[in-house]
């Protein structure tokens, strides 16, 4: 009791964990270097894949940086931002994740010796910030635009844009194949800016090459019913009737009721319940569609009724591909069968069923609108063509970025070395702390290539050197110069068309800028013991995770040295 | 004593009582509260790292928000953050200033206590020197700031930068021209009706802060429902109960007694909800806006008659929505007037970093919502912008009633530091101690701010001292090169009325916890405590 009466000052709630200073702020570094470390072999054309295995037991493979981030289920407060930063970098450009996770953690890097030093972090924060814009007025300054060519030349621009992502992924052998097919996809939507316009569906089997782009819309097959065998399977400028409409033999409404004191009525009723479907089945008809696709159930009776008229129908599509279909047919989903009028209907050059490996396939090609594309793609395995899509999907995004901004800069690490080249001439010309962290800032832009280098089993500092060298050149030349990976030397990227639009560069080095500040200028961090209502839910994963989390800082430390 | 106590009050109370045990501690845990949010002062303040009981993370240098998730317990540290949320109320903004100079005045006063000092004698001391302070700082307004154009950017900026400037240091010159430029543009006729509900903040995460804009109109969060996904200078409707057909709240079973009303049954129904919607679309509406779900039948004749259709949920937004249009929402499904429909310049779907939103502009006449979208890389940067724009806002709230300046910098607090002590001196009675001992604790600003920056505190004051005593009172601290400067120069000011706030809210903060001599606490309701750390572990 006596020490009741004398007690410590709780000031925060019992199990407040509250951690500050320099050594938080030298651990919060360590966690967001731990965490790039992951990905940081994921790099370039000659990255390796991870394999991720959660604990539902689903396995997933992939090169990708914010899906591998996005797995890896990070509790460390600090690094969630470098997470946070990958999903915004996807979000936004769609590409270069893995860059910007591993910029982010570079500039840390770097600005460890001085924290330790006891360099106060807002200086390093203030010289950062300084950098990143000028980095990004450097790189606005260099970038080609390919404004003002023929679509044609823009086409093969885009093309390259496309193959330089292409190339760091599984399915980079392809990349020809796969960067024309993606641009083709990309002008066909033309400049309205809605992705889920590009549909991207997954058959197993066969191999890349069969992948194939359906100006247009694809999907599966739908179950059907008896008589489907019936209907024809090709039309050549059918009109097509999209329906929100169930055409089968049902009840119509909830709450309605039917009494009868007359037995003799009883038919009647029956038979008005047939009229009723009759009667949709005859205006479907009427309004001289050849396709009728529907959101919702197409019964047999219907099915039937419509292989009798020589009339295609499909039921159960799933709502996507039908606002897709709508989008290129130019039709409007129906609610009503009601006052259909031929406005409302679409219409497209072929509509054929097809093969597709084990699948059968509805095809609608040729639309007018031409607001559509569908890529279907091909390939081994399941997790194969997981990874296929999801490389095709940062693909699209660097297209459609390409040709929003459309600027573009050398990829292979060429811009990084020049930035890092301007970011030091420019540090020169500073007087006290900032020059040196400026140059550290450029010497943490150097990564990129490094990294790029040992990903490959090139001597990254041979190969650096070279580089520097290079761009360290008074005429300004060696400008464009980066890595080959195809020979383990260098060259000039922008003749070897390794591209990246200006636009992905940019983000990248601004997200990891801001991300690498925040992290810099937290000195302290309280953790609040979790209420009642979130303990019982978080208990679980805070369990697994709170292990997981001390795995990878142990993991860090061991890489590290 | 205590044994009587203890026979009064059930077991398990908890009893302090003295100077030692109670008024001591007391102090002792505000002023460990106010080393946690001391280190975030000022333009170079460092971000805390605060997960909540819900696990959400903070990452902020906004004391308000800090002291709001840290979940204080002790009572009398609470009195503190009480003071904070007032000052949040009252002005938005210096509830970092509030804590942390409540925090060294009761570590002067802990000074005061040990030397001899009656707590009595320091309150009364406190209660002179703040209301000297009060005087004094009526004399260092700046001449002529009286009198400002709530409308003019360049004035309004000048007024909200120190205050933007101590949450987002560097970016505030960004962040300002948006805030004032949103600002202004919802500023009504009279500038003191302004209501900060009005400038509204979309967070959407990609880009850089060079991104963010300012939108006249609202952002929402939400695509479109219908395949109508554009539209100019159109009329609006607005329906709160949802489009679509009016069911009975009471569970009801339709009776049919023959073939032919089976057969109409649903055919009546579309043609009502046609009739309906063809009634909006008659009145002229080009835009629907729904507070409910949107049938699918009622969609179906939307898109037949090319009508927008827009959902907010929201009961709030629904009404800034009505605000921004100037409609009158109607509660259920009919023919709208023509007074109770709105105007919107452009409705747009856009997508901005991979989410799509709902733009609603609308330029004229001085419309009443104005939003600020702005863009960041992760979330928790996007919380602290948008904290740094609340903050903001609230000033220009603050300058619309009293537009007053003083000095920013750490100019003030010195020069207030140097009066006071002065009139510490003509003081006879004991309380003469409290007095200078309250000149001196405004000295905490100007060594936190240079401390934060990673100056040397001492330096930095002896010059700024020696500077106001040769008659310069508007030199400050420039945190750029670490030298003391005419703020004039730097265009730092801070509001009067913030700093008026801040520093009364702390003295009576402070005059608070040293009026409390005994503590009692009685026994927590409940069973016994679950997670009863070893003792002696919670004290770091």
């Not at chain 1, 899509?389 to 660097?398: C, F, G, N, P, Q």
């Not at chain 1, 010497?443 to 790029?452: D, G, M, N, W, Y």
């Not at chain 2, 679309?281 to 729904?290: E, F, M």
């Amino acid at each position: 009791m006596s020490s009741m009466l004398q007690p410590q000052i709780i000031l925060l709630k019992e199990g407040t964990d509250t951690s500050q200073g320099k050594p938080q702020l030298v651990s919060n570094i360590n966690a967001c270097t731990a965490v790039a470390d992951v990905v940081r072999t994921t790099l370039g054309p000659r990255g390796m894949d991870k394999l991720i295995h959660d604990d539902k037991g689903s396995v997933t493979i992939s090169n990708d940086g914010a899906t591998i981030m996005k797995l890896l289920d990070i509790v460390h407060p600090a690094a969630k931002i470098l997470v946070d930063i990958a999903k915004s970098q996807d979000s936004e450009v769609g590409d270069g994740t893995t860059t910007v996770v591993l910029l982010a953690a570079e500039f840390l890097r770097e600005a460890k010796p001085f924290i330790e030093d006891g360099v106060h972090s807002q200086n390093l924060i203030r010289s950062y910030r300084t950098a990143c814009s000028l980095a990004i007025e450097k790189i606005k300054e260099l970038a080609v635009s390919i404004e003002g060519k023929s679509i044609e030349e823009k086409k093969t621009l885009l093309g390259k844009c496309a193959a330089t992502t292409l190339s760091s992924k599984l399915i980079g052998g392809e990349k020809e194949f796969f960067a024309s097919m993606v641009v083709d996809a990309v002008i066909a939507i033309g400049t309205d800016d809605r992705l889920n316009m590009i549909g991207i569906k997954k058959v197993p089997g066969g191999n890349m090459r069969d992948s194939f782009l359906v100006n247009g819309v694809a999907f599966k097959k739908t179950f059907s019913y008896a008589g489907f065998e019936q209907q024809p399977k090709k039309f050549l400028n059918p009109k097509i009737l999209l329906l929100n409409v169930e055409l089968e033999l049902k009840s119509e409404k909830e709450n309605a009721e039917i009494r009868l004191s007359d037995p003799s009525q009883y038919q009647s009723i029956v038979d008005a319940e047939w009229n009723i479907i009759y009667d949709k089945l005859d205006k479907c008809v009427q309004s001289g569609a050849k396709v009728v696709l529907s959101r919702l159930a197409i019964g047999d009776l219907a099915t039937q009724y419509f292989a009798d008229r020589d009339i295609f129908c499909a039921g159960r599509v799933a709502e996507e591909d039908l606002k897709r279909v709508a989008a290129a047919t130019g039709g409007t989903v129906q609610t009503s069968v009601n006052n259909i009028i031929d406005e409302v209907l679409g219409t497209c050059e072929i509509f054929e069923e097809k093969q597709v490996g084990n699948e059968r396939f509805n095809i609608f090609n040729g639309c007018p609108s031409g607001q559509t594309a569908t890529i279907v793609l091909r390939g081994g395995a399941d997790q194969f063509i997981e990874e296929a899509e999801r490389s095709l999907h940062d693909a699209i995004m660097i297209v459609r970025r390409a040709m929003k901004n459309s600027t573009v800069v050398a990829g292979g690490g060429a811009i990084d070395m020049e930035i890092s080249r301007y970011l030091r001439q420019h540090a020169r010309t500073i007087a006290g702390k900032s020059q040196l962290f400026i140059n550290s800032y450029a010497k943490a832009l150097e990564v990129i290539p490094r990294q790029l280098c040992d990903n490959a089993g090139f001597d990254a500092t041979d190969v650096l050197n070279k580089l520097r060298q290079k761009h360290a050149l008074p005429s300004g030349e060696g400008a464009p110069y980066g890595v080959d990976i195809a020979t383990g030397g260098i060259a000039d990227s922008f003749a070897n068309f390794v591209w990246e639009p200006a636009v992905v560069k940019i983000n990248a080095i601004n997200a990891a800028t801001e991300a690498a500040c925040l992290v810099l200028s937290v000195d302290e961090t309280v953790k609040n013991p979790k209420s009642e209502s979130a303990q019982g839910e978080a208990a679980a994963s805070a369990m697994g995770g709170r292990g997981r989390g001390g795995g990878f800082r142990g993991r860090g430390r061991g890489m590290r040295r | 004593m205590g044994f009587g106590m203890q026979s009064m009050l059930k077991e398990g109370h908890k009893h302090l009582s003295g100077l030692d045990e109670a008024v001591l501690k007391n102090i002792d845990a505000c002023k460990q509260l106010s080393t946690i949010t001391r280190t975030s002062l000022g333009p170079n303040g460092m971000n805390k790292m605060v997960i909540n009981h819900l696990d959400k993370l903070f990452v902020t240098n906004d004391a308000a928000t800090i002291v709001n998730e840290l979940e204080v317990q002790h009572p009398a540290a609470k009195i503190l953050v009480l003071a904070s949320k007032a000052q949040q109320e009252e002005i938005g903004d210096g509830a970092n200033l509030t804590i942390s100079f409540a925090g060294e005045l009761l570590q002067a006063a802990e000074e005061l206590i040990r030397m001899g000092l009656h707590p009595s004698e320091i309150i009364s001391g406190y209660t002179k020197a703040v209301n000297k302070t009060v005087e004094i700082l009526d004399e260092l307004v700046e001449e002529g700031s009286e009198n400002m154009d709530v409308r003019d950017k360049e004035q309004v900026i000048s007024r909200m930068r120190a205050a933007v400037a101590s949450k987002q240091f560097g970016q505030e010159d960004t962040l300002c021209s948006l805030i004032a430029d949103a600002c202004i543009q919802v500023c009504p006729k009279n500038p003191v009706n302004f209501n900060v509900d009005n400038v509204r903040v979309a967070k959407l995460v990609g880009g850089g802060l060079h991104n963010s804009a300012v939108v006249p109109g609202m952002v929402l969060r939400t695509d479109a429902v219908g395949t109508m996904k554009y539209i100019e200078k159109a009329k609006v409707a607005v329906f709160v109960g949802g489009v679509d057909t009016s069911a009975t709240e009471t569970k009801g079973t339709v009776l049919i007694h023959s073939a032919e009303q089976l057969e109409n049954y649903s055919k009546t129904e579309e043609a009502k909800v046609e009739e309906l919607i063809k009634a909006v679309a008659d009145s002229g509406a080009k835009v629907i806006v729904s507070g409910a779900a949107v049938g699918e039948m009622a969609l179906h004749f939307c898109e037949r008659y090319k009508l927008m259709v827009l959902k907010i949920s929201s009961k709030f937004e629904l009404r800034r929505f009505c605000r921004t249009t100037g409609s009158v929402a109607m509660l259920k499904l009919c023919q709208p007037k023509p007074d109770d429909l709105g105007y919107v310049d452009s409705v747009s779907v856009e997508e901005i970093g991979g989410a799509r939103v709902t733009i609603v502009k609308n330029e004229v006449d001085g419309n009443s919502v104005a939003t600020v979208v702005l863009r960041g890389s992760t979330d928790s940067i996007l919380d602290d912008l948008e904290r740094a724009v609340d903050d903001g806002v609230n000033t220009y709230k603050a300058m619309c009633r009293d537009s007053r300046i003083v000095p920013g910098a750490a100019a003030t607090e010195i020069e207030l530091a140097k009066r006071v002590k002065d009139f510490s001196f003509q003081e006879t009675g004991l309380d003469q101690y409290a007095i200078a001992k309250f000149a001196e604790s405004f000295e905490m600003i100007p060594r936190t701010l240079a401390e934060n920056a990673g100056l040397n505190a001492m330096e930095i004051i002896s010059s700024l001292y020696a500077e106001h005593a040769s008659g310069n009172t508007k030199v400050g601290i420039d945190l750029e090169p670490g030298v003391c400067k005419d703020v004039s120069t730097m265009r730092v000011w801070d509001l009067h009325v913030t700093k008026l706030f801040a520093l009364k809210y702390a003295a009576d903060a402070a005059c608070t916890v040293l009026r409390v001599d005994q503590i009692i606490m009685s026994k927590p309701a409940g069973g016994p405590r679950r997670d009863q750390p070893a003792p002696g572990m919670d004290e770091d």
